[in-house]
């Protein structure tokens, strides 16, 4: 029994009613019909498993950067970071993951620090595959401050986006201004679909390429001292 309750995945807190509502209308789908019953149970086992919590293997080091999401590096670029946030507004390099419909959608922060600006944003709700749904797309920003510093002193701030997609219409938070951000923590949710940007100083290198699966609070994207180059070839999942 206990190996069983092991292999089973924790569920994060935002999917208990909707996953009621699930097992519900599956019961009552069942009494007018097999057939019918048995697409519904269909979604409600992709109900649960869209809510699936896994506990993660954090790298060690406050000079890492890991992905703040499951799923698939769509883009790595040149670009500002939202304007809504108290950061200089320069050229960063923003490195974007794609959120599926079957990804885990628990996000985890990306680097130790503290958390200086949060700021939303309402937009649109195009797919967050696309490029410019990091600019006109219902999105949550937030702004943080290392704890690594470097030979100088220097503290390097970044800035974590997270989008909502086509089918996402909620954006859920837990994460004030002020708190402290250790990585790999859970910091809220999103549903359904959608992306995580990572705005970089552009000295740093990514350490992922794009169409890489990359999975949330593991995969390091980049490291603040420099001295590791190589792209990290991130978890299968």
């Not at 885990?104 to 937009?123: I, S």
């Not at 701030?157 to 923590?185: Q, T, Y």
């Not at 990572?198 to 794009?210: A, D, H, S």
Request: hydrophobic fraction near 40%.
């Amino acid at each position: 029994m206990k190996s069983i309750r092991e292999s089973i995945p924790d569920l994060h807190k935002e999917g208990y009613i909707i996953i009621l509502g699930f097992i519900i209308a599956t019961i009552l789908c069942f009494s007018f019909s097999v057939v019918l019953g048995s697409v519904a149970s269909v979604l409600t086992t992709w109900c649960v498993c869209f809510f699936r919590d896994p506990s993660k293997n954090v790298p060690i080091g406050d000079n890492l950067i890991v992905s703040a999401g499951d799923g698939v590096v769509c883009s790595i670029s040149k670009a500002l970071p939202p304007a809504e946030l108290d950061i200089a507004q320069k050229e960063m390099t923003r490195v974007s993951v794609f959120l599926s419909v079957f990804d885990v959608h628990v996000n985890r922060l990306p680097m130790d620090g503290t958390v200086t600006d949060a700021q939303y944003h309402a937009g649109k709700f195009i797919s967050a595959s696309l490029d410019k749904s990091s600019d006109v797309n219902e999105r949550h920003s937030l702004v943080i401050k290392s704890s690594y510093a470097d030979n100088k002193g220097a503290q390097t701030s970044i800035a974590v986006v997270r989008i909502a997609g086509l089918i996402a219409r909620r954006i859920v938070s837990d994460i004030e201004i002020g708190d402290n951000s250790k990585k790999g923590s859970r910091f809220g949710i999103i549903k359904f679909g959608s992306r995580v940007d990572i705005y970089m100083p552009v000295t740093c290198v990514p350490l992922v390429r794009v169409g890489q699966r990359v999975c949330g609070g593991e995969t390091v994207i980049a490291d603040l001292s420099g001295k590791n180059t190589h792209v990290y070839e991130g978890e299968k999942i």
